[in-house]
């Protein structure tokens, strides 16, 4: 299994380094997190092809294997520094992968301190993006499950992911959310990323959208915007420890 996260990493990061749309895309997206940081000592988990250090240099950036551009091994399940020591903690395209979302909230309010937060940035389920995230999309998505259900005894494998996760924890069940959760407030909530993204082709597909376009399809995004609840593709998420 980690011979296999390796080399999907390794494939990851070589597909950055040869996709100017990927790091551009990334480059705002980066832009929502560096602004929802509050100072202190930051945590990245999840860190995959190691994009983020670029930006935030400072942040400690971890996986569940070793890579030489990451800091440190390990499991979002089970994060190893003692309570309330982290700020932040920041995870891209992590939560939908992860095979007991529960257990990782539980760590979430343990490590950080008071007024620390959580920041994520995932797939949205849209009326446009629910065919792409379900027939077309490499991971997949299961929509009727109980997303707060521990699924380990499953043998599910780490990349495994259900593109449907993010959505019905926040949107669908967001009441059972706050209550088993109380010590965490959502402070942000929006939805992104209607036509640049999936026409990006992301790290899977080939992309539809050279970047002369860039420009064109951002300002066309920019007056959809009213429309991306309907629309998205993107889900940017910041929780607050109180």
Same mark, same amino acid.
């Given at each position: 299994?980690?011979?296999?996260?390796?080399?999907?990493?390794?494939?990851?990061? +070589?597909?950055?380094?040869?996709?100017?749309?990927?790091?551009?895309?990334?480059?705002?997206?980066?832009?929502?997190?560096?602004?929802?940081?509050?100072?202190?000592?930051?945590?990245?988990?999840?860190?995959?092809?190691?994009?983020?250090?670029?930006?935030?240099?400072?942040?400690?950036?971890?996986?569940?294997?070793?890579?030489?551009?990451?800091?440190?091994?390990?499991?979002?399940?089970?994060?190893?520094?003692?309570?309330?020591?982290?700020?932040?903690?920041?995870?891209?395209?992590?939560?939908?992968?992860?095979?007991?979302?529960?257990?990782?909230?539980?760590?979430?309010?343990?490590?950080?301190?008071?007024?620390?937060?959580?920041?994520?940035?995932?797939?949205?389920?849209?009326?446009?993006?629910?065919?792409?995230?379900?027939?077309?999309?490499?991971?997949?998505?299961?929509?009727?499950?109980?997303?707060?259900?521990?699924?380990?005894?499953?043998?599910?494998?780490?990349?495994?992911? +259900?593109?449907?996760?993010?959505?019905?924890?926040?949107?669908?069940?967001?009441?059972?959310?706050?209550?088993?959760?109380?010590?965490?407030?959502?402070?942000?909530?929006?939805?992104?990323?209607?036509?640049?993204?999936?026409?990006?082709?992301?790290?899977?597909?080939?992309?539809?959208?050279?970047?002369?376009?860039?420009?064109?399809?951002?300002?066309?995004?920019?007056?959809?915007?009213?429309? +991306?609840?309907?629309?998205?593709?993107?889900?940017?998420?910041?929780?607050?420890?109180?």
């Amino acid at each position: 299994m980690k011979a296999a996260c390796k080399d999907i990493l390794t494939e990851r990061r +070589n597909i950055w380094n040869s996709k100017p749309i990927i790091r551009k895309l990334y480059e705002r997206w980066y832009g929502h997190i560096q602004q929802a940081l509050k100072p202190g000592r930051t945590l990245e988990l999840g860190g995959g092809s190691g994009n983020l250090r670029e930006c935030l240099p400072e942040a400690i950036t971890s996986d569940i294997v070793f890579e030489p551009w990451l800091d440190a091994v390990m499991d979002a399940h089970a994060i190893p520094f003692k309570e309330e020591s982290l700020d932040n903690i920041v995870l891209f395209d992590v939560l939908h992968h992860l095979a007991a979302p529960a257990v990782f909230f539980r760590e979430v309010e343990r490590v950080l301190r008071a007024k620390g937060r959580a920041i994520m940035m995932e797939p949205y389920v849209s009326w446009l993006s629910f065919p792409v995230y379900r027939f077309l999309h490499a991971e997949g998505m299961t929509w009727d499950i109980d997303p707060f259900l521990d699924q380990s005894l499953e043998t599910k494998e780490p990349f495994q992911g +259900n593109q449907a996760i993010p959505t019905l924890i926040f949107q669908v069940r967001r009441k059972k959310f706050l209550e088993m959760f109380s010590g965490l407030r959502i402070v942000q909530e929006k939805t992104m990323d209607v036509l640049l993204y999936p026409l990006s082709g992301g790290f899977h597909q080939r992309s539809l959208c050279p970047m002369t376009l860039w420009r064109f399809f951002e300002t066309v995004e920019e007056r959809l915007r009213p429309l +991306n609840r309907y629309l998205a593709f993107r889900m940017f998420l910041v929780l607050e420890k109180s």
